[in-house]
């Protein structure tokens, strides 16, 4: 493979492909982590308090070492190159602490092994998506995230509709069966995914620290990178709080039962895994900026709707628009942010990206109660329609800058 000027790799879709097993597996590890190990964690204790703690370590860690091993990954030369020691190392250390969780018979060892497990899994999912943009084109990053999203949607179908199944047969099965796989994928990738050499030849020209990048994007009279950010951080924040609290909003609000409710959600997520790849294919023809604000306005919009709906239908059948225009801000959303940086930054960004994405997902179950408790459950939609549409304006100031077209 002859690498260009930049020294990246043009779009190779069966590296893509490759690379989007990793993503099925993480998004196969949280499926079954997000439905099962709050029951087994309720074998041992009747606290929800102790339970929602447990639940939020990922969040935790995302936000303080996903940043961390970004940018550490930034600095790593090795013969196999900057990511792949961290992903070689980390996912099957990972599988097999996951695979663990449901054997534990004392609830002390249950949270010893889930908080090594959160700390180990942390420490390689940013070298894991920063290799994408290692190995891509600019101009090509939104088609290959399209198809790596896709592979995460599928993978949590797995886990939905196979492994439940397994789940009947033994409660560990599905636990073994991402575990596995965390075994052999990282094998795959290192087989079929060489880094760019200049990354494992070149001399360190300057150490990249998290704190450092932040303050750079905090400070830089060029507030595109940190407009981005921001923008991210409302957009997850608005649709989350919606994700949080949709059963119980429809249960209050509108008498609907949580399993139908549950069920409708389903539509969402369906409609994401199939809009994955054409969301990265119109951003490569009207920009990444323009298709993420497409959706943000879209998706401020559609919640306006759902607040001043009555007929549980309706929002059935609106349900899936809310997959597509996530899907159209989602998809482009991690390509902006790198696309601000050079490749010897790509991981440092990642971090940054992570450490927006984690705040918003911790900030938002809380503020967004509060809002419900003191305002009202039907304020809802309203609030989170406005913060989504505060993530609209982010993205319209970037514009409003001038900044590169051939990014935006």
Known sequence: MVFDENNQLPLNYFKIFNLGLGFMVVSMIWAAYNAYMPIFLGNFTKSNTLIGFVMSWDNIANLFILPVFGALSDNTRTSIGRRMPYILIGMP?????????????????????????????????????????????????????????????????????????????????????????????????????????????????????????????????????????????????????????????????????????????????????IFALPAGFIASKIGKRKTMMIGAFGQAILFLIFMVVKDFRIIQILMPFAGIFNALFTINSYPLVVSYTSSEKIGTYTGLYYFFSSLAAIVTPSTFGAIMDYIGVNKLFLAASISVFISFVFLWLIGKRGEKPEIL
Request: with cysteine.
């Open 93 to 273: 250390v990972a599988g097999i602490l996951y695979a663990m969780l449901p054997l534990q018979t004392k609830l002390w060892a249950l949270l010893i092994v889930d908080l090594m497990f959160n700390i180990v899994v942390a420490s390689y999912r940013t070298p894991l998506v920063a290799l994408m943009p290692d190995i891509v084109e600019e101009q090509h990053r939104s088609k290959a995230n399209g198809v790596i999203n896709f592979m995460g949607g599928l993978g949590a179908l797995i886990i939905f509709f196979i492994g439940s199944q397994l789940y009947k047969l033994n409660k560990a099965y599905p636990f073994f069966l991402s575990g596995i796989l965390s075994i052999i994928v990282p094998v795959i990738l290192f087989l079929t995914i060489k880094e760019p050499k200049s990354f494992v030849i070149e001399e360190r020209k300057e150490k990249q620290s998290i704190i450092k990048a932040l303050i750079t994007v905090v400070r830089d009279e060029d507030r595109a990178p940190f407009y981005t950010l921001l923008s991210i951080f409302m957009m997850i924040a608005g649709f989350a709080a919606v994700e949080t609290f949709f059963t119980r909003y429809c249960k209050i609000a509108l008498g609907i039962d949580e399993s139908v409710s549950s069920f409708t959600m389903g539509f969402y997520a369906l409609a994401f895994l």
